[in-house]
């Protein structure tokens, strides 16, 4: 695909007052990426020439998109004096020929579903739905396959109510068309903004091709609110989790999963229900029991959960990590950690055992440190570890123990205890005599 044939052009700088969020819309997420990511992205498999169009929050927009991409050009609108679809045209320069206009809320689309407008050669090619229920959409007028005119549905006679084709939002222009008609675009209206589609009109009336480019409501749909969003991204987590099944990835009842666009499966791997996947998590040869939580860390060759949390920065190896077991930035090699316990900035070796109730304790209220296990080290039931410490290969830690020392010796036992103390008949005394007899 020659990537200079075309240019792609976002619009990106709308407050979304229906979102009821101080958030910029475009911000909000899918599947752990901004909206407007999704949508860059797309155009990037298509484009060498993207522009976005920003004006609401624009720092916060860009900063953002410039986690992800170097190579795209940010346009402020001018939205005093310029408001509207056509006014965020007024200052865009696309360097090819034909130019396709974006939503900025419309994260659904792909690459794919974009090819429509790729392949033919109209001065302006317009995307359209069919609805079975087209009411509160501007009705699309078509005759002998191209578009005659849009009319919105509060100006709309009878049979033009009756048309149920709409207007999908988005375009395809030869540039020659935008650069003739932006120009010429007038803000007398009710709203007193600037509409692109209102090229469509001029341009008709010139005798310039309209072809209209029937497209599927699920990539292109709008988000406008927070219902919206959820319905978005519930067919963003249906393309992921499909697209890994077919991989060869097993997952039990995938509708209760959450797996994040970035997240990687090779080889043999097996998520339970109710898990969630975020960030780069890498997840190799591995099994993730219900309910667990993995953000931004790797697993190969080894199973997690149920109910066990991995949080970012983790590398587990050969590992087996059972339920209720928290791992903040670590790496376990060869180790079980069977129940209930918190590892955090640490490194454990293989063969090591971590008894049930373990926690390293890595936070001294100022500062992290680390604490670092060798190989073949048991270590008993409610055991606390106080970093920074380095615990040897080979060394016992006795069950109910503190560790404080900053390093441990090869082949020894840790025990600390405090000695036990019987008191006889205290339960009675305490409670009286009553008691006894019961």
Same mark, same amino acid.
């Given at each position: 695909?020659?990537?200079?044939?075309? =240019?792609?052009?976002?619009?990106?700088?709308? #407050?979304?007052?229906?979102?009821?969020?101080?958030?910029?819309?475009?911000?909000?997420?899918? =599947?752990? #990426?901004?909206?407007?990511?999704?949508?860059?992205?797309? &155009?990037?498999?298509? &484009?060498?020439?993207?522009?976005?169009?920003?004006?609401?929050?624009?720092?916060?927009?860009?900063?953002?998109?410039?986690?992800?991409?170097?190579?795209?050009?940010?346009?402020?609108?001018?939205?005093?004096?310029?408001?509207?679809?056509?006014?965020?045209?007024?200052?865009?320069?696309? #360097?090819?020929?034909?130019?396709?206009?974006?939503?900025?809320?419309?994260?659904?689309? =792909?690459?794919?579903?974009?090819?429509?407008?790729?392949?033919?050669?109209?001065?302006?090619?317009?995307?359209?739905?069919?609805?079975?229920?087209?009411?509160?959409?501007?009705?699309?007028?078509?005759?002998?396959?191209?578009?005659?005119?849009?009319?919105?549905? @509060?100006?709309?006679?009878?049979?033009?109510?009756?048309?149920? +084709?709409?207007?999908?939002?988005?375009?395809?222009?030869?540039?020659?068309?935008?650069?003739?008609?932006?120009?010429?675009?007038?803000?007398?209206?009710?709203?007193?903004?600037?509409?692109?589609?209102?090229?469509?009109?001029?341009?008709?009336?010139?005798?310039?091709?309209?072809?209209?480019?029937?497209?599927?409501?699920?990539?292109?749909?709008?988000?406008?609110?927070?219902?919206?969003?959820?319905?978005?991204?519930?067919?963003?987590?249906?393309?992921?989790?499909?697209?890994?099944?077919?991989?060869?990835?097993?997952?039990?009842?995938?509708?209760?999963?959450?797996?994040?666009?970035?997240?990687?499966?090779?080889?043999?791997?097996?998520?339970?229900?109710?898990?969630?996947? +975020?960030?780069?998590?890498?997840?190799?040869?591995?099994?993730?029991?219900?309910?667990?939580?993995?953000?931004?860390?790797?697993?190969?060759?080894?199973?997690?959960?149920?109910?066990?949390?991995?949080?970012?920065?983790?590398?587990?190896?050969?590992?087996?990590?059972?339920?209720?077991?928290?791992?903040?930035?670590?790496?376990?090699?060869?180790?079980?950690?069977?129940?209930?316990?918190?590892?955090?900035?640490?490194?454990?070796?293989?063969?090591?055992?971590?008894?049930?109730?373990?926690?390293?304790?890595?936070?001294?209220?100022?500062?992290?440190?680390?604490?670092?296990?060798?190989?073949?080290?048991?270590?008993?039931?409610?055991?606390?570890?106080?970093?920074?410490?380095?615990?040897?290969?080979?060394?016992?830690?006795?069950?109910?123990?503190?560790?404080?020392?900053?390093?441990?010796?090869?082949?020894?036992?840790?025990?600390?205890?405090?000695?036990?103390?019987?008191? @006889?008949?205290?339960?009675?005394?305490?409670?009286?005599?009553?008691?006894?007899?019961?």
């Amino acid at each position: 695909m020659n990537l200079s044939n075309i =240019s792609i052009v976002i619009l990106a700088a709308g #407050k979304g007052s229906r979102m009821k969020s101080n958030k910029a819309k475009v911000l909000h997420e899918i =599947s752990g #990426k901004p909206m407007l990511y999704h949508i860059i992205k797309a &155009s990037k498999e298509l &484009s060498n020439d993207v522009s976005v169009v920003i004006a609401h929050q624009k720092e916060k927009v860009q900063e953002s998109m410039q986690k992800y991409f170097d190579d795209i050009t940010f346009v402020e609108q001018d939205t005093t004096n310029f408001p509207g679809t056509g006014g965020a045209m007024k200052n865009v320069t696309p #360097k090819n020929e034909k130019v396709l206009v974006l939503n900025g809320d419309m994260p659904l689309i =792909s690459a794919e579903s974009l090819q429509g407008f790729l392949h033919n050669d109209a001065d302006i090619i317009m995307s359209i739905f069919d609805l079975e229920n087209p009411n509160g959409y501007g009705r699309v007028v078509i005759d002998k396959n191209e578009v005659q005119y849009i009319v919105e549905q @509060k100006d709309a006679n009878q049979a033009e109510l009756n048309v149920t +084709t709409v207007n999908a939002g988005i375009y395809a222009f030869k540039k020659s068309v935008l650069n003739t008609y932006i120009p010429q675009l007038s803000n007398d209206n009710a709203q007193q903004e600037y509409y692109l589609t209102d090229v469509i009109a001029m341009a008709k009336k010139d005798a310039l091709t309209i072809a209209p480019l029937l497209v599927d409501e699920e990539h292109f749909k709008g988000v406008n609110s927070k219902k919206d969003l959820a319905e978005s991204e519930m067919i963003m987590q249906e393309r992921i989790k499909t697209k890994w099944m077919e991989a060869g990835v097993i997952m039990q009842l995938p509708e209760t999963i959450y797996i994040e666009d970035d997240v990687v499966f090779e080889g043999e791997c097996r998520i339970e229900n109710g898990c969630r996947i +975020t960030g780069n998590s890498q997840i190799i040869n591995s099994e993730i029991k219900a309910h667990s939580v993995v953000e931004d860390s790797i697993l190969k060759n080894s199973d997690v959960g149920p109910l066990a949390h991995i949080r970012p920065a983790s590398m587990i190896t050969d590992t087996h990590i059972g339920n209720f077991v928290e791992v903040k930035k670590s790496t376990l090699k060869g180790v079980k950690a069977g129940h209930l316990s918190y590892l955090g900035d640490s490194e454990i070796d293989e063969g090591t055992n971590i008894g049930a109730g373990t926690i390293t304790c890595n936070y001294d209220g100022v500062k992290k440190y680390k604490t670092k296990i060798g190989k073949n080290v048991f270590v008993g039931s409610d055991s606390q570890l106080v970093a920074p410490i380095t615990i040897a290969d080979d060394v016992m830690i006795a069950a109910g123990t503190t560790v404080t020392s900053g390093e441990i010796e090869s082949g020894n036992l840790v025990l600390s205890r405090t000695k036990i103390r019987l008191v @006889k008949d205290f339960y009675y005394k305490f409670f009286g005599k009553i008691h006894k007899k019961i």
